[in-house]
Structures are given as structure tokens and as C-alpha cells.
């Protein structure tokens, strides 16, 4: 029999979840068979209900039994929230470190890839811009939203914004219409699509870019609150587009994810990630990261798995590019399996500006993809100092685990904090005045010494800011009011129904559908892992059955896969 739950109750209990998952000062752990133990591990915008202790087993195979409540890290620091009510990653009670940094990327990239909600509000903003373009009066011309950038190839961050062109093409062909030829027709179209936007109440402000050298407009969905920048027939950007989905789904579809999302999320939180003030977009980290796999030589000769040694990867990504690297001379190229050219036989080495990063472009030789990263010293430097920060927070554990605590000062008053102290309060007493190390201070500081104790170390170089909880949160509130579905006319009826058997063939099991077929284009690391922990959007706090998205209504999962 179907039932109906209210979709504002589903949308708050829902959001409530997403937010305790990162608020530092709660209870991050599970207690034993405790209210809390009935809390899953989530992710803003997902609810899960598996529990992170299933599947263990004694010395021999699985992780030990061991306590299951944590509330901060072995060092005092508080549990980031995409190792939310998990102890300790890594096998037996003194696992490698390469396996927590490993485990610790996988759940990294678990928590900050979008939901099935999330990229169906992205999805929903194009058809709304399809929808605007259709009212548009333009004889003789059919315009056409595509999209290109990181929601196309699915390496997108819950911040990142919606690139897309608008093909203006003779009306049932393919060919780009001769009369936007010009630059100045093109910046003309562009002032007539901002007040159409406005008029039709997509946006409530539109900036309009037009002597930039691709002109766009800058704006902002008025339901989602989705930034978008639309361009006009910019069709190298969907070539650049197939280039990456090609290395992420075909060449390297668990690491290369892995690595450019924690790199950009790494970028964005200093905001080095805009090439129009002088960063590094997501093309460049993409081919970046695919010439690190490529040219790393025990990669070259089959002696390292990829997915198994993704933290190397990502330290050794971060000393590369940021202390290695011969930028004067260097130029990067993905081609005929990776090689490395000479910036002054490809022709793109500047005279004035010798310290550039080229990167030859795949999709078109001749175009040095990062020619305007002016800032890539700044950029350069900052690699640099998250290799020494992820070396000083894996060092100082190690040392904890072998004498109590870090041996060395510096070690200390990095990884340490203070009893009492909130999660970076015992680092900067510590640290003392102009960053040299407090003695009192250093010897006041404690570790855990609890071998179960959470270890984060991506934490010393990322985290997830308020910022972008309220935005997941207001996408996922926004997706269960229905606003959007109200404003394409699509009909909102979420319905409970039985699910299939667990045991039923993927095929036809009841797997989230939302994004119409392009959830199966979503590359996550550890796919079957993630398919077991299902990318369910709420469910009753008394009920094992889980709601999943489907294009019109929910489809309930009762038969949970525990593993």
C-alpha cells in the first residue's frame, strides 16, 4: 500500500542530519546500542543506515573489535565530517598509514561528491534555461543549452557553479548560425538573453561580461540559488569536457575522481580556483593529475595500484607540482601516454613571464590550457606547504603511535591540542606569539592513546566549511518542497512502494534513477561500496526502509544491503 510522507517533514528531518554531520562541537560518534547508534554516518543531503562497524571481524581478515564512540581525533582535534561516527580507518589496531590515508580519500570524496538531489537540481536549472530559450523569438535560429565544465564530467564540488553555451544553430541543422558569427551579434544576443532571464524569473540579476575575451553572463537561479555562467557557442569547452570524462570514466575512474576533487576543494578553500583572478580551474588539475599517473614510473611499469595508494598519489601530486616541477622549462602534455615537452620548441614560453605552468591542450594542441594562471607562484607555494602539512600530520602520528606523543616540538604544537581546548585552540597556544613553539605549552598538551581513535589527515589541509552545509541543505530543502519540479510543471508525488529483493540483479534493483539514467555516469570511488551504502534521501528514524530518488516519486528500499 503506498504512503505519502509529507515532503517538508521529510526535507527537515532530512537537512537536520546533514547539519549535525558537520557540526564540530556535537557528538560524533555512536554509542553502544544507544539512540545514537541508530543515527547512520551521512553526508549533507544523504541518509544512510548502515552502521561503520559492519562487516568486522577478528585478526585474520577484517578490523578488530574495538569501541565505537569517538567524539574527536587521537590528537584532541574534532572529527571532520566525512569521518563522522567512524573510529579509526585501516585494518588491526596499528594499520599502515597508507591505508588510512587511502580509506580517509574514499570517504572524502563519499561525502563531498554530489547527492542524487543535488545534481538533479543541476540538472532541473538546465532545463529551466532550455525552457527560457524556447520563448525566445530568433527567426530562423534554434538555440540550444549544452553544458560543458565540471557538471558535465560530474568533477563538480557542492560550490562550483554551472558552465554552459548556448549553440546557436540554423534551424535543423547543427551549424552555427552566420548571423553570430561576430562578436558584436553575440554580445547583442547576450543583453537580449539577461533580460529574458530576468522577465521569465529565472534569475533576479544577470552581470553581463561582454568585452571579455568569451563573453558571458554571470548569474544565479532564483529557486536553487545555483550560480551559472552561460556563454555563446563556446563549443571548445564541451571538447575540453569529453577529454575529461574520458580519463575519469575510461583511463582512471576511481583515482583520478579522488585526486582532483580533493585538489580543488584543496584550491577552494584559498580561493585559487578561479583562472580569471590568476587560478587553476578544474581542466588544468584534471590534466595535471592525469600526468602525475601517467608519467609516475612504478605506475609505468604495473608495480603500484592506483586505487589502493590514492593518499601517496595525493602527497606525492603535492611534491611534485610544488617543490619538483620545472616550470621555466616544462610543459606538460597527455598525449601518446604522457611525456613532457620543451616550453620553447612547443612555443609556449614567455620571455617576461618564464615561471608559467603550460599545459598543452589535448582537444588543441596550440592552446596552452593555463596561459592565464597568472598566480601559479602563489599556487605553487601553497602545493608546497600542503606536502609539508600532510608529512608533519602523518609523522606526528606515527611518533604518537611509537612513544605517546610526537618527539619533536614542531610535531607537538602541529598535531597537538590542548585538554579542554576547542579543536585548534591548543595549536596556536602552542605555537605561541609569531609562531615560534611554546615550551610550557608543548609539554601541557596530551594524545590519546586509545589505538581506536579517529585519525584524520586530510584535515590538515582541507575541511568543509558552514558554507557549504547551508548550500546542500538548502538544495536538499529545496528539492523536497518541490519549487523547482512546481516551476518546470513536473508533478511532485513522492509514494512509498516495496522495494525488490537485495538479491535482485543491479539491473532491476531499485537504485536511485533522479538524474534519468545519469546516475550510472556518476563515477565514485569505491562504486560497489558506495551502491551497498545506497544513495538514499531520507527515512523514517523508526523504520529500516530507505526513500530513494526516482523521477517522479520515492522508491522505498526495505531490504537494506548491510554489506
Not at 166 to 177: F, K, R
Not at 373 to 386: H, L, P
Request: hydrophobic share 35%; with cysteine; net charge negative.
Amino acid at each position: 500500500m503506498a504512503v505519502q510522507p509529507a515532503a517538508s517533514s521529510v526535507a527537515d528531518d532530512y537537512i537536520k542530519l546533514a547539519e549535525s554531520s558537520s557540526d564540530e562541537g556535537a557528538d560524533d560518534g555512536r554509542g553502544e546500542e544507544s539512540d545514537a547508534a541508530k543515527q547512520p554516518a551521512v553526508r549533507a543531503g544523504t541518509k544512510r543506515v548502515h552502521s561503520d562497524d559492519e562487516g568486522d571481524q577478528e585478526d585474520g581478515g577484517g578490523r578488530d573489535a574495538a569501541p565505537a564512540a569517538h567524539q574527536r581525533c587521537y590528537n584532541g582535534a574534532a572529527v571532520p565530517p566525512w569521518l563522522n561516527g567512524a573510529r579509526r580507518l585501516g585494518r588491526g589496531k596499528w594499520p599502515d598509514v597508507n591505508e588510512i590515508l587511502n580509506e580517509e580519500m574514499t570517504r572524502f570524496i563519499a561525502y563531498i561528491s554530489p547527492t542524487v538531489e543535488e545534481h538533479q537540481m543541476r540538472a532541473w536549472v538546465i532545463e529551466r534555461l532550455q525552457g527560457v530559450l524556447s520563448t525566445m523569438r530568433l527567426p530562423r535560429v534554434q538555440a540550444v543549452a549544452k553544458c560543458f565544465g565540471s557538471f558535465e564530467t560530474q568533477l563538480y564540488l557542492p560550490t562550483s557553479d554551472i558552465d554552459m553555451t548556448v549553440m546557436l544553430y540554423d534551424a535543423g541543422t547543427t551549424t552555427v548560425a552566420a548571423s553570430y558569427g561576430s562578436k558584436e551579434a553575440i554580445r547583442r544576443f547576450l543583453y537580449t538573453l539577461a533580460r529574458d532571464l530576468k522577465q521569465s524569473g529565472f534569475c533576479t540579476s544577470c552581470e553581463v561580461i561582454a568585452h571579455a575575451r568569451v563573453p558571458i553572463i554571470k548569474t544565479r537561479e532564483a529557486i536553487s540559488g545555483i550560480a551559472v555562467d552561460i556563454s555563446i557557442n563556446a563549443d571548445s569547452g564541451m571538447r575540453s569536457a569529453a577529454v575529461q570524462r574520458s580519463f575519469a570514466e575510461k583511463v582512471y575512474p576511481t583515482s583520478l575522481r579522488a585526486l582532483v576533487l580533493t585538489i580543488k576543494q584543496f584550491l577552494y578553500q584559498r580561493s585559487m580556483n578561479e583562472v580569471y583572478t590568476g587560478g587553476m580551474g578544474s581542466y588544468a588539475i584534471t590534466l595535471l593529475a592525469v600526468s602525475l599517473l601517467q608519467m609516475h614510473p612504478r605506475i609505468r611499469s604495473g608495480g603500484l595500484d592506483v586505487t589502493k595508494n590514492m593518499g601517496v598519489l595525493l602527497v606525492e601530486f603535492f611534491e611534485l607540482y610544488g617543490k619538483r616541477f620545472n616550470y621555466d622549462n616544462t610543459c606538460v602534455s597527455v598525449l601518446e601516454s604522457g611525456r613532457y615537452l620543451h616550453k620553447r620548441t612547443k612555443g609556449f614560453y614567455s620571455p617576461t613571464q618564464p615561471y608559467l605552468l603550460s599545459i598543452e591542450d589535448p582537444s588543441d594542441v596550440t592552446n596552452d590550457v593555463t596561459k592565464g594562471t597568472y598566480g601559479i607562484n602563489r599556487i605553487k607555494q601553497t602545493f608546497g606547504g600542503a606536502y609539508d602539512l600532510l608529512n608533519n600530520a602523518i609523522f606526528a602520528y606515527h611518533q604518537t603511535r611509537k612513544f605517546g606523543k610526537p618527539i619533536n616540538d614542531t610535531l607537538q604544537s602541529i598535531a597537538g591540542h590542548a585538554d579542554g581546548g576547542s579543536g585548534g585552540a591548543g595549536h596556536k597556544r602552542a605555537r605561541g606569539a609569531a609562531g615560534r613553539v611554546d615550551r610550557s605549552a608543548v609539554d601541557s598538551l596530551t594524545f590519546n592513546d586509545d589505538p581506536w581513535a579517529p585519525v584524520s589527515f586530510l584535515s590538515s589541509i582541507v575541511s568543509i566549511d558552514q558554507r557549504i552545509i547551508a548550500m546542500r541543505a538548502k538544495l536538499v530543502r529545496t528539492f523536497h518542497d518541490g519549487a523547482m519540479q512546481r516551476a518546470l510543471g513536473k508533478q511532485y508525488q513522492p509514494q512509498l512502494v516495496k522495494a525488490l529483493p537485495s538479491s535482485a540483479p543491479p539491473e532491476t534493483s531499485c537504485a536511485p534513477t533522479a538524474v534519468a539514467g545519469a546516475e550510472s555516469r556518476m563515477h565514485r570511488p569505491a562504486a560497489d561500496e558506495m551502491a551497498r551504502e545506497s544513495d538514499g534521501v531520507a527515512s523514517d528514524p523508526d523504520s529500516d526502509a530507505v526513500y530513494v530518488v526516482s523521477d517522479d516519486e520515492y522508491v522505498v528500499d526495505d531490504s537494506t544491503d548491510s554489506g
